[in-house]
C-alpha cells in the first residue's frame, strides 16, 4: 500500500511531508513491522493530531476529542456577535452562516458528531442572536431569515 501511495505522489507530483506522516492501528501493532514511505520510515504512534488540533486516541479503540471543533465555532460565534450588536437580525444571521457553519462542519467526516450534537451547537449560535426566553424555545424562524 505504501509502494501505490508513492507511485501516485510521483504520477501526480505530489511530495509526502513523512516528519507529518504517522502509522496508527486501532490494537496492538504487528512486533518489528517497518513502514517505508519515499525510502523513509514512517513512526508508529497511538495518538495524533489531525488539522486544527482534533486528537486521535487509537490504543484499544479508537477515541477522538471534537472540543477544540466546538470551542473554535463557539468562539467565532460570540466574536460576530459581540461586534455586530446593533445590526438587523438578518445581517447576524447572515454572519454566523457564511463564518461559523464553515467551522462547524469542518472535516465531520473524521468526527464523530452526531446530527443531534451538531443541531445543538448551531441553535445555541441563533439563541445568542435573538435573547430567547427559554431554552426550548423555538430558533427555526430566525435561522429562515
Not at 507529518?20 to 513502514?35: D, E, S, W, Y
Not at 513512526?43 to 477544540?68: A, H, M, Q
Request: glycine share 4%; charged share 20%.
Amino acid at each position: 500500500m505504501m509502494g501505490l501511495c508513492s507511485e501516485y505522489a510521483k504520477v501526480n507530483c505530489l511530495v509526502y511531508n513523512v516528519k507529518k506522516t504517522c502509522a496508527v492501528i486501532g490494537k496492538q501493532r504487528p512486533v518489528n513491522a517497518q513502514l517505508y514511505l519515499e525510502q523513509q520510515v514512517v513512526t508508529w504512534t497511538d495518538r495524533f493530531r489531525y488539522l486544527i488540533g482534533i486528537d486521535f486516541n487509537c490504543k484499544d479503540t479508537v477515541e477522538v476529542d471534537v472540543s477544540p471543533v466546538k470551542k473554535s465555532f463557539y468562539a467565532a460565534c460570540n466574536n460576530i456577535i459581540a461586534k455586530s450588536r446593533g445590526v438587523m437580525e438578518p445581517v447576524a444571521v447572515q454572519l454566523v452562516k457564511s463564518y461559523c457553519l464553515p467551522l462547524l462542519i469542518y472535516c465531520v467526516g473524521a468526527l464523530r458528531l452526531t446530527i443531534r450534537q451538531l443541531s445543538v451547537y448551531w441553535n445555541e449560535a441563533f439563541r445568542k442572536i435573538k435573547i430567547f426566553h427559554l431554552r426550548l424555545e423555538s430558533v427555526r424562524t430566525l435561522q429562515i431569515e
